[in-house]
């Protein structure tokens, strides 16, 4: 997607050879308009799928789970990092934040995601998947399938993706990332 | 809102007589149409107004806040909880949480709310109005000015709404809950 390499490539703070900050359009100051651009390729990219809901994980997927939701015309469920008090039956995983190097565990009340669900897993980052792994994990322990993966920004340095694609999963990435350098962002063509 | 206290009606659970869990539609799994229709009547409710940021709190503000975004075609800022190692100059605030009975900080990186900026704060619920509250500080310690509050849900017996409608605040709540009863909620006409 050229508009939002564009984006990258003019905004992004690049912080190390792995990590790039885009929280002035993406994931603290969010640009609605661009994110509906990025819901509407989501849509364009999954054509052939007919999806019954969106799962996706809080904070930074929220924004464009919920616009890429209201264009396909679905519901969308993310999943919670912290277990609040009145969540009593739950579908839960761990995922591991290479970022913080910690383990936490993701919550999904029981019965927002269902047998017979096809779901479309979005994401704003994607670099070793252990946050996606941990959404399809949630999924499939209720019987729901993963039919596609919808990720804005994949470090294709970094193996998540390719974990994704040998386990046979469809992963949409509107960016893909294969090098980081001091002054510029290298996409794969 | 009449559609908004309708599905309050028929989907929100009884937690308690201060307490309601609407996780099937607005905070965990979300309605995206519904929180399109909540959308436009923020545009309604606030068309004297020309703002030129929207701010709100993570995570259950993030959804109506980008789609209030897009419809008003302006960028959405969401204040975090927890201060990301890469951010360096910030605002913040303290808030209060009465569900969860601990206080915590609220972030904004610098820059992203500036001085001259006319803010529309959403968010899901407003109780106590301490998250509000913090919200107000942060756009005012960089001399925004906090135009308009639009609130979903106001529970109308606390004390929140009163607090921030004597300091002047032009707040509009699409739907206020004045008594939890056990099978039933009353809200004001």
């Known amino acids: 997607m050229e508009l939002l ?18 929280d002035s359009f993406l994931n603290h100051k969010i640009d609605p308009l661009l994110m509906e651009k990025i819901a509407l390729e989501f849509c364009t990219r999954f054509a052939d799928k007919s999806f019954t ?6 904070a930074s997927g929220i924004a464009p789970a919920v616009i890429t939701g209201l264009k396909m015309g ?19 995983a761990r995922v591991h934040s290479f970022t913080k190097d910690k383990d936490y565990n993701i919550y999904v009340s029981e019965g927002f995601i269902v047998k017979g669900d096809r779901i479309l897993i979005i994401d704003d980052f994607l670099a070793h998947g252990s946050a996606t792994r941990g959404l399809i994990s949630i999924a499939e322990q209720c019987g729901a399938k993963v039919e596609g993966i919808g990720i804005i920004i994949e470090k294709g340095f970094q193996n998540g993706g390719s974990i994704l694609r040998g386990l046979g ?7 893909i990332i294969d090098k980081i350098l001091q002054n510029e962002i290298r996409f794969r063509e």
């Not at 809901?53 to 809080?58: A, F, G």
């Not at 999963?169 to 960016?175: G, M, Q, T």
Request: aromatic share 6%; no cysteine; proline share 4%.
């Open 74 to 92: 679905i519901p969308v469920v993310f999943a919670k990092k912290a277990k609040p008090s009145t969540m009593t039956e739950f579908l839960t």
């Open 169 to 175: 999963y469809r992963v949409e990435s509107l960016a």
């Open 5 to 22: 390499k564009q984006r990258l490539q003019d905004e992004a703070i690049i912080i190390s050879d792995s990590i790039i900050k885009v």
């Open 53 to 58: 809901k969106i799962l996706t994980i809080e």
